[in-house]
Each structure stands twice: as structure tokens, then as C-alpha cells.
């Protein structure tokens, strides 16, 4: 069942002094049932007169599109309506006092707590939900019960978005741009400390046949020596006839750059100068003539550079892992694909690959992650997609399966993926193009599984991380009140800050907050808190939240606003919802 905003409906009930009979129906069963049917027709010692015209109905429906379209924090565990598109094909968490969306978590495989919560690894989940069925796509950051910490599709459609290690601190990447109908991009990279604050804008120094070229959204990460690393992609004319294309043909080369924040290129490496096309499994098939069909041979999609000096580049198109000379770009070895370096062991061969990562590293021997999509749209290798821990062997040149991460539902996953080991030996899995994150145990049991949509809903990776966010504008408020039950809820909200324990009311005489007094604190409960008091006893012309921290420190005030601004709730106001939500179910 889908979750509402609970003081919402005290509002409603008390309104009509049945508040005992309705303060615990908080699911959309219910309150629907509320807005059809408000108390004084449930009441078996009430009455009701009204009247309706096209004024009051069309009042109703602005209102009840409005606090149907409120949900607050809202999480689901193994609904079908939802799974089915049910409730939409994107369905998104709203709130009172922040216009955000973001996406809502159906928890397909819950945790178990008995046995699964206890080995979860900790930390806040960073997704950008993304396509035609997103509300608002960008970045976000969850907490495992799939309640917001912050909203940050203030930079719109991303793909790279991860915790990087700058100049000691903790920041954020994320990808900015323009994602074209060839599955790359061309943007810029964003860093972003722990107040949310921008320390730097860079895109890549490359120049190709058709000009400038800008950072492509595949990777983006930051070197322990704070210089940063990404991909890009450029036209460049080249015979296809090899591959039964033109002869005057047209790739959609594939880059990788490592250069300072200041825009220095420190390292380029051009696949099309290291690569052979036959390398490739894509066709260009009536593509590859021009420009605008560049034939995408190699696509690169994810970049690590080692203790050594080296990069480690995953090739999607040619099923292969590169291991690059950090210096003059030289192959050393190939991993999977046409002409593999290694003897690949059972089960550890992988196509259409995502996110290569070294686990651990020597001279002798390495563990890695990836994600094996084993597809692509159109073409299918294997059963099903799955995350891959491996053994790498350089003495003997062998690659050993240690671990397998397979999907719930045993589905393909087109595009996209990602596979992070956690601190605690678990593995994190984003299933790329299917709206699906899950965790799992060091020995592959699946712990956990979310679904963040239905229809066209696709992350591109899923990461996990410690993040303390400490924003430096102030927190949101938003007030409703009902007239009848002199009940004021105020709702709070700080997008980003991760160091909340509880909100605290506070009531004024005027704008300014001199002499205000304290009325109620209460435990941060998700994203947006409310707290909801009696105007009877506390009757105030202006309302603020504090924000209080573990050592009961205030971290941020809101602006006092005025109660005259609240959102009010009538009876009067709560048969025109009843009247808006007879027309809407007439026509629904």
C-alpha cells in the first residue's frame, strides 16, 4: 500500500471530532475512502446537508489533485499494483515543504529481518533515476528505507554520480549534460563539497575531425593524486570495409582522458589508435556513412587507474577489459572478448559489460568486479544479466568465478550496471536499465531487492557510501491548518542535510523570531517531518522548525512564516474533495 501524509488525515478527522476513528488510516485504501466519505457520513450520529454546483466541485478537484499528489515519505513492500503500473509507471515520493519527486522504492524482495538486516552494509544509496516515465530524472540520495536525503536534479539527467576522495575531502561528481540518441554524452563534470557548494566545472581537452569534444557521462572519478579521469566520444572518418561497411566510413570514437581540474590534459588514449575494429561484436549494419550514423565500434564505458600508474578500461562493444601502460598507452593484456590475454574459467566469461573495478591487486594475483549484462537490445548471450567477482591469476593468466550476483527475476538488462563491493564484503548491484537495486551476501545470497519504477525508469549505476551533508541554506516549512479542529501541522525539510536527529516547533510573535518560543520537537521521521499542535494553546502569528543534531546543537532555522500562508482545511473545503473525487472516479 502506498503511504500519505498522516497528519493529514488527523486534520480531516478532528475536523469533524472523529479523530480517534481515523488518526491510524494512513494508506491510499483509506484515505480515499476518507475524501469519498468524510465523517460526518461515517458518524452514525451525524448528518449532512450540501449542495453542490460547478464552483465548489471545481474547487474540490484543484485541492484534491493537490493532497492526492502530496504523498510524503512513502515506501511499498511487494505490491503488485505497483509492479503492474498500477500506480504509474514512475511512481514518486512529494512533500509539503520541498517540490521534489523522487522516485518510490517497491520493495519486491524485503529485507529479512531476522537473518538479512543485521549483515547490511551501511551507508546511503546514490541513484539518478532517469527516462521517459521520471517525474523529474537527475541525482539522489536514498537511505535504505528508501526515503530521500537529497534531491539534486537541480543539474537535471545524469549518469555518472558518485562519492570522490578531492584534496582529502569527500565530494560529489556528477555529470552534466546533454545525453544524445547514440547512448553517449557531451557535458561538463561538477564537483560538489558537503555543504552542496560547486568547487569545480571541467569537461575534457580533446579536439577531433568535427571539433571541440566535451565529457561524456560513462565515467567520471577523481585520482588519488586529484587529478580527474573521463571518457568522451568523437567522430572520426575511418574504412569500414573490413567489417562490411563503407569504405569512407564514420566511427563514433571512443576516448579516455586524465587531466587536472584546471582542464591540463595529463594522459589521452584514442581507442581507434590502440584497437582494431574486427575486435568489435557490433555491426554498423546501414550505419556508419556519415557523421550522424558514426558507427560506435568500441564504446567505453567505465576507467580505473591503479596504485601503478595503469588504467583499466572496459570496452562494452569488443567484450573485453584493456589493461593500459600509464604511460605511453601501450595494451599489456586484454581480459574476455576476440583475442582474451587469459584462460577464462567457468562461468566467468561476460559480454555488453558495465563498471570493471579492481577489488584487490599485486604482482601475482587480483580480485575484480563487474557487471555482465550478457545482451543487448536486440541480441541476448545468456539467461539472464549478473554481477561477476573474479579472480585474476597473472602468473598462470587464468580468471576464476568467486562469486555470482543474479537478478530476482532472472531478466536481461540491456544497458547499463553497476557492481560495488561493500566494507562489510557484501555487493551492492544496480541493474542499469531495469529499475531494480539489490544487495547481496559475500556468498551471493540475495539480501535485498528495490524496484524504482516500471515503465521507461533506468539508472545507470547504484552506489553506496558514507556521506555526512551539511547544507548551508536554511530549512523549508510548510504550514496546513484546519479551521473547525485549530489544528496547525507544520512540515519540515532540509535537502541534503544528513545530521538531523529531531525537529523542534517554534511559534513567534512576528516575522523577525524575537521571542519565540519552543512548542514541540519531534524525531526526524524520514525526508519531511511534521509536527501537528493545537492553535488553542499555541496561538502564534509566525511558525518556525529547528533542526537539532546528536548533541542537541541547532544546525539550521527556518524562516519564521506567517500562519496567515497555510494551506487550510475546512469541512466546507472537505465536501468539495468529496464531490472532486466522485467526478474524478466517474471518469476514471
Request: proline letters at 3%; glycine letters at 8%; charged letters at 15%.
Amino acid at each position: 500500500m502506498l503511504f500519505y501524509s498522516t497528519s493529514l488525515i488527523a486534520i480531516f478527522a478532528t475536523d469533524n471530532d472523529c479523530a480517534a476513528y481515523y488518526i491510524g488510516l494512513s494508506t491510499r485504501f483509506h484515505e480515499l475512502i476518507l475524501f469519498l466519505f468524510p465523517p460526518p457520513l461515517l458518524h452514525p450520529m451525524s448528518s449532512v446537508r450540501c449542495s453542490f454546483c460547478s464552483t465548489f466541485i471545481a474547487r474540490g478537484l484543484v485541492l484534491c489533485l493537490f493532497l492526492f499528489s502530496v504523498r510524503g515519505d512513502s515506501v511499498l513492500f511487494r505490491s503488485n499494483e505497483y509492479s503492474i503500473g498500477a500506480l504509474g509507471y514512475g511512481p514518486f515520493q512529494s512533500y509539503f515543504s520541498a517540490n521534489y519527486t523522487p522516485a518510490e522504492w517497491n520493495f519486491v524482495v524485503p529485507v529479512n529481518d531476522s537473518a538479512g538486516a543485521p549483515s547490511l552494509s551501511t551507508g546511503y544509496i546514490f541513484s539518478a533515476p532517469r527516462g521517459a516515465s521520471v517525474l523529474r530524472q537527475g541525482a539522489a540520495i536514498y537511505d535504505q528505507t528508501g526515503s530521500l536525503i537529497w534531491d539534486g536534479s537541480i543539474y537535471g539527467q545524469t549518469l555518472s554520480f558518485s562519492v570522490v576522495t578531492y584534496l582529502n575531502e569527500p565530494h560529489i561528481i556528477v555529470w552534466t549534460g546533454t545525453a544524445t540518441a547514440a547512448g553517449v554524452g557531451s557535458g561538463y563534470d561538477i564537483l560538489l563539497n558537503s555543504n552542496y557548494e560547486l568547487v569545480a566545472n571541467f569537461t575534457t581537452n580533446l579536439t577531433g575531425e568535427t571539433g571541440q569534444t566535451f565529457a561524456d557521462f560513462h565515467e567520471a572519478q577523481i585520482t588519488s593524486n586529484n587529478t580527474a579521469l573521463m571518457t568522451a566520444y568523437q567522430p572520426k572518418s575511418l574504412d569500414l570495409s573490413s567489417i562490411q561497411g563503407p569504405e569512407q566510413g564514420w566511427i563514433l570514437d571512443s576516448a579516455m582522458q586524465e587531466l587536472n581540474i584546471s582542464n591540463e590534459a595529463l594522459f589521452t588514449w584514442i581507442a581507434s589508435e590502440h584497437v582494431n575494429i574486427t575486435e568489435c561484436y557490433n555491426t554498423p549494419g546501414t550505419g556508419g556513412g556519415s557523421v550522424a550514423e558514426a558507427f560506435d565500434y568500441f564504446h567505453i564505458n567505465s576507467i580505473e587507474k591503479d596504485d601503478v600508474g595503469n588504467y583499466l578500461i572496459s570496452s562494452r562493444h569488443c567484450w573485453t577489459m584493456y589493461y593500459l601502460d600509464g604511460t605511453n598507452g601501450d595494451i599489456l593484456w586484454k581480459m574476455g572478448g576476440k583475442n582474451s590475454s587469459f584462460s577464462m574459467g567457468n562461468g566467468t566469461e561476460f559480454s555488453w559489460q558495465h563498471h570493471a573495478r579492481w577489488v584487490e591487486k599485486n604482482d601475482t594475483y587480483a580480485t575484480m568486479t563487474l557487471f555482465d549484462n550478457a545482451g543487448q537490445f536486440g541480441q541476448q548471450q545468456e539467461q539472464m544479466s549478473r554481477g561477476l567477482h573474479l579472480g585474476v591469476d597473472f602468473t598462470n593468466m587464468t580468471v576464476e568465478l568467486l562469486t555470482e550476483l543474479l537478478p530476482w527475476n532472472q531478466s536481461i538488462s540491456q544497458s547499463q550496471g553497476s557492481v560495488q563491493l561493500q566494507p562489510n564484503g557484501n555487493f551492492l548491484v544496480g541493474f542499469g536499465q531495469l529499475p531494480w537495486t539489490g544487495e547481496y551476501s559475500p556468498d551471493g545470497d540475495l539480501l535485498w531487492t528495490t524496484q524504482f519504477g516500471v515503465g521507461d525508469v533506468e539508472s545507470y549505476r547504484a552506489l553506496r557510501y558514507n556521506w555526512t551533508g551539511t547544507p548551508t541554506d536554511s530549512p523549508s516549512i510548510e504550514l496546513v491548518s484546519a479551521s473547525k479542529s485549530n489544528l496547525l501541522s507544520a512540515h519540515a525539510s532540509w535537502n541534503g542535510a544528513t545530521e538531523i536527529v529531531k525537529w523542534e516547533l517554534y511559534g513567534a510573535s512576528d516575522s523577525s523570531g524575537s521571542s519565540s518560543i519552543s512548542l514541540y520537537n519531534k524525531t526526524k521521521d524520514g525526508f519531511e517531518t511534521t509536527i501537528t499542535v493545537s492553535t488553542v494553546s499555541n496561538s502564534y502569528s509566525h511558525y518556525a522548525v529547528r533542526a537539532i543534531g546528536r548533541s542537541n546543537q541547532v544546525l539550521g532555522t527556518s524562516d519564521f512564516v506567517s500562519s496567515s500562508s497555510a494551506l487550510r482545511i475546512t469541512g466546507r473545503t472537505a465536501l468539495a474533495v468529496l464531490s472532486a473525487c466522485t467526478v474524478l472516479l466517474l471518469f476514471y
